[in-house]
């Protein structure tokens, strides 16, 4: 059985476009999906449906096998969510947070005592457990809100833009904690994001979303090996030399645009082609200033399906004021 299974989901505000436009999705229980886009691109209204906090226009969903319409409390006892604002009171400790979340979901005694204390230190957060959240760092505040919906040891976990903001060791943190829950305890994650290297780090696969619809779907490594091969871009150490390197450059691949103080080819062979070219440039006398390799990205499989980079978007999210 999947653990989250998609058909022809859409979401439609009034007087707005549809948010969500009829996406299909599946995800295989115990896999990372990293949910790739901008904002405003219906990532998180995706999440609120699936989590049962949106009602959908249409289409139909099942999360851990129940329905996100007809079933929907069991739909919430068999999940976890870390959505994009953490729901913490500032004025009560971490320890406090954890006693009244398991309450909610019926935990108590040492059964509870024991869970939170395993989950606040796989978190990092056991010496401060007993400090006010208040004075929590933004952070901490993401590693204790992953350790509330962790507590009921849910099978599906959705995390929308869980490192939005954070420095880069508590996101680095935060990705090898969830890399931990997929591997070791089997935990099925919907990850939310505009990270490139987040979804590329974290996910099995990665399902990018642009105007409400899923334009292309895959593994990372799939996804990039469609937008083609490695390139290189070298610029001489002589501008004079340049037409002498283009030419040079020529039998080793395709050219590229450049900057006009450089040469680019994309790469017949791949990285291999690299030494290659080092020798056929120094028996040429052609002296190198500096030479980059790169690899295709995921931002190129944005670019190549939607005409436009996802790094750098800033356009408001349209599930921050949903108008039902």
Known sequence: MSAIEVRGLVREFKKGPRAVDGIDLTVAEGEIYGFLGPNGAGKSTA???????????????????????????????SIGA??????????????????????????KGADLKQRGNDLLERVGLTDAADRKVGG?????KRRLDLALALLHSPRVLFLDEPTTGLDPQSRSALWDEVA????????????TTQYL????????RVGIIDHGTIVVEGTPDE???????????????DAARLADLERALTPFGEPMVTRGTSASIRLNEGVGDVTAIVRALDAQGIVVHQLRLREPTLDDVFL???GRSLEGSGDNDEDETPSA
């Open 136 to 140: 929590y760092s933004g952070g901490m």
């Open 47 to 77: 999440v609120l449906m699936l989590t049962t906090l949106l009602p959908p226009t249409s289409g139909t969903a099942t999360v851990a096998g129940f329905d996100i319409v007809k079933q929907g409390p069991q739909v919430r006892a």
């Open 197 to 204: 290297e987040e979804a590329d780090a974290l996910a099995n």
């Open 180 to 191: 931990r829950l997929s591997r070791e305890d089997g935990v099925t994650v919907f990850l």
């Open 304 to 306: 190549e399906k939607t």
């Open 82 to 107: 870390a959505l994009q604002e953490a729901a913490l009171d500032r004025f009560l400790t971490g320890r406090e947070h954890i006693k009244l979340q398991g309450s909610l979901h019926g935990m």
């Open 223 to 237: 996804l990039k090996a469609e937008v083609g091969r490695s390139s290189v871009e070298i610029e001489p150490h």
